[in-house]
């Protein structure tokens, strides 16, 4: 059985995009991928000191379309980033290539060393093994640190060079070929490597890979692709060129190129380029930040409905930044916000001390509040700080938050007696709402549905309840009842069949007096 064909967007359909964000960081951690009889399955290296195993049966479900059934041996079983992960690999697997494989290309260097060393006398070394740093690409545009020892710089000489790796080693008993230069620069990459990766990736960052690789660059013995290692050497500057631009899937992406073209860029504390054709490497100008520029090269790639919220973001906080053409101008919600707050209670099997409330295993009630602000359609809890929802059409919105006033609202809980109640407050039975608010105790409910409540309302609150809250508080116009006498000077009223009172005459002589 052959796998039906598939798309990022139905792995997107699948597990949604918080998930698939998950997801990338685990494509280089994953190993033993193949499929067959129409299951894909692979190891995934994730945060267990054993690899989680995951398999996908893949098939087409009544209507036709392809649906999956994923498993994982990780605690979330089914649904998680590791099967999320194994689709997208699959996916850059199936893909055709766009250009030769290093590992093809490796092994036609090597089968040509083998048999040009097998026509000729071995020669003895001349010079002392060295280990040498390779700027390697990797995808889509990163730079990673590989290692090989050579006997020399040149590019015959690191061709027939050896790839080493074992760095962690080196740390603690170094090999002769490891001097006291290099035990500068080795412990700064090790502290940069990917944990999470099957097999040590290292990559430059920040302060400490602008360090690196001035250092690495000082040495002399910095190289370029580690498949076909080019030397390389100081370069002047060149200008930074910042632009969008849109990928094979109609994604669009930020991208930091050179005038003139180079092989690849680099942002650390400054922006570097490396140009494997000329063997040149060196810093780029630019008017923009390197901070600034690196946070726009860590976004994720941008759909249609993602360009709105961006563009917008960048033309208030960064209009010198590049423009990113919105598809479509961003509503904004520009409406002062409303405060509702809800009321309600849930079973309790066992509560933990709280404020006045004594705690035990017994059964009650426990009451409580949760807070939200409307601001036209759109509902946001105070916790969440974002300022871009998504109405139920999907169109990308942007609300202009009134924070102060949110605030202003907190305090006025606050000082009413409203306090956070924690999660694990309640020990079995319904769970608490997230952010739930409570009174000191349960005798101070009828106090602020009589008083408090009232003042909320009159100050623009709305309040919701279920109509049986047991603290609901009626407001009475009027009392309609019956009465009757009940011997020895007992009169008896009330509202059958629940309410009933009894009054007593006080003396013989005295009279039923009514209003």
């Given at each position: 059985m052959t796998l039906p064909d598939f798309t990022e967007s139905d792995v997107l359909r699948w597990f949604g995009a918080a998930t698939l964000q998950k997801a990338r960081p685990y494509l280089h951690s994953i190993t033993r991928l193949e499929a067959s009889h129409g299951v894909i399955r692979s190891y995934v290296l994730g945060t267990a000191p054993k690899p989680y195993r995951v398999e996908i049966e893949c098939g087409l479900d009544t209507a036709g379309d392809v649906a999956i059934e994923p498993y994982c041996t990780c605690p979330v079983g089914r649904h998680c980033k590791h099967a999320?992960?194994?689709?997208?690999?699959?996916?850059?697997?199936?893909?055709?290539?766009?250009?030769?494989?290093?590992?093809?290309?490796?092994?036609?260097?090597?089968?040509?060393?083998?048999?040009?060393?097998?026509?000729?006398?071995?020669?003895?070394?001349?010079?002392?093994?060295?280990?040498?740093?390779c700027l390697t690409p990797q995808a889509p545009w990163g730079l990673r640190v590989q290692f090989i020892k050579a006997r020399g710089g040149h590019r015959e000489q690191l061709a027939n060079g050896d790839e080493w790796l074992n760095v962690e080693r080196a740390l603690t008993n170094p090999p002769s070929f490891v001097n006291d230069e290099d035990m500068t620069i080795l412990p700064l990459l090790w502290s940069m490597r990917?944990?999470?990766?099957?097999?040590?990736?290292?990559?430059?960052?920040?302060?400490?890979?602008?360090?690196?690789?001035?250092?690495?660059?000082?040495?002399?013995?910095?190289?370029?692709?580690?498949?076909?290692?080019?030397?390389?050497?100081?370069?002047?500057?060149?200008?930074?060129?910042?632009?969008?631009?849109?990928?094979?899937?109609?994604?669009?992406?930020?991208?930091?190129?050179?005038?003139?073209?180079?092989?690849?860029?680099?942002?650390?504390?400054?922006?570097?380029?490396?140009?494997?054709?000329?063997?040149?490497?060196?810093?780029?100008?630019?008017?923009?930040?390197?901070?600034?520029?690196?946070?726009?090269?860590?976004?994720?790639?941008?759909?249609?409905?993602?360009?709105?919220v961006v563009a917008t973001a960048l033309a208030e906080l960064a209009p010198a930044l590049p423009r990113l053409d919105a598809v479509a101008e961003l509503r904004c919600i520009d409406a002062p916000p409303v405060p509702h707050l809800t009321l309600d209670s849930l079973d309790a099997f066992g509560m933990r001390p709280y404020r006045d409330y004594p705690g035990g295993y017994r059964t009650s009630l426990f009451d409580f509040a949760t807070l939200a602000f409307r601001y036209a359609e759109f509902s946001v809890a105070p916790n969440d700080k974002s300022e871009f929802a998504t109405s139920k059409q999907g169109e990308a919105v942007r609300i202009k938050r009134d924070f102060k006033r949110e605030a202003a609202c907190l305090k006025q809980l606050e000082q009413i007696g409203f306090k956070p109640v924690p999660s694990r407050t309640i020990s079995y039975g319904s769970k608490l709402p997230s952010h739930a608010l409570g009174l000191a105790s349960e005798a101070q409910w009828p106090i602020f549905m009589a008083g408090d409540r009232l003042a909320l309302q009159n100050d623009g609150w709305v309040l919701h309840m279920p109509a049986d809250f047991r603290h609901h508080v009626l407001e009475v116009d009027a009392w309609e009842a019956e009465f009757a006498e009940r011997g020895n000077d007992w009169l008896a009223f009330g509202s059958p069949p629940r309410a009933r009172a009894f009054l007593r005459r006080p003396d013989a002589s005295s009279r039923w007096r009514a209003r």
């Open positions: 999320a992960a194994t689709l997208l690999a699959w996916l850059a697997q199936v893909k055709p290539p766009e250009k030769l494989n290093p590992e093809v290309l490796n092994w036609v260097e090597a089968f040509r060393r083998a048999e040009a060393t097998s026509a000729r006398p071995k020669k003895p070394p001349v010079k002392p093994e060295q280990l040498f740093y990917d944990k999470h990766a099957y097999l040590p990736s290292l990559t430059l960052k920040g302060d400490k890979g602008e360090t690196a690789l001035q250092r690495m660059l000082a040495s002399g013995r910095l190289c370029y692709d580690a498949a076909n290692p080019v030397p390389l050497r100081a370069g002047d500057p060149r200008a930074a060129l910042l632009h969008w631009q849109t990928d094979a899937q109609q994604h669009i992406r930020a991208h930091l190129g050179a005038e003139p073209p180079a092989t690849r860029t680099l942002c650390l504390r400054q922006l570097w380029y490396v140009d494997g054709e000329s063997g040149e490497i060196g810093v780029l100008d630019s008017p923009h930040s390197a901070s600034q520029i690196a946070r726009l090269l860590d976004l994720p790639p941008l759909s249609a409905l993602d360009v709105p």
